[in-house]
């Protein structure tokens, strides 16, 4: 159902899991937007894919900051005005796997649930315009409400 004119958002995609997507899209044919909170990483990231020979686009993007998603929802609807594919892959932990502090709770509340959600708000007129739209929410185990050993 994709083709070049698809196009797609990777938030938190200059390494790991977000990269892997945003490189697998590409490779697919789809027209990629990379989404990084620092900017030289992001674009190094973007130019290593484009240098494959892929579609890819950055803008920075920090999924905590409300301005942030404003601007760039306002950038996204300028330079595409149509969003089909949405993953949602940015987050932080300040815990490893067994460690249970709540210390930066906030911080991870407000980057892993209302960044997607508010990103997600922002962007549904440019949904409503795609004819199979899609949004795909990265979580891990640290996002389990109860992990088991």
Known sequence: WWSKETI????????????????????????????????????????????????????????????????????????????????????VSFNDLHENSVEKAETVIKTNFYGPKLLTEALLPLFRRSTAARILNISSRLGLLSVSN
Request: hydrophobic share 50%.
């Open 8 to 91: 797609a958002i990777v938030t938190g995609a200059n390494k790991g899991i977000g990269f892997g997507l945003v490189k697998r899209l590409g490779e697919l044919g789809l027209t990629v937007v990379l989404t990084a909170r620092d900017n030289g990483r992001g674009l190094e990231a973007v130019e290593s894919l484009k240098g494959q020979g892929l579609n890819v686009h950055f803008f920075r993007l920090d999924v905590s900051d409300s301005n942030s998603i404003q601007m760039f929802a306002s950038w996204f609807q300028l330079n595409f005005g149509v969003v089909d594919i949405l993953i949602n892959n940015a987050a």
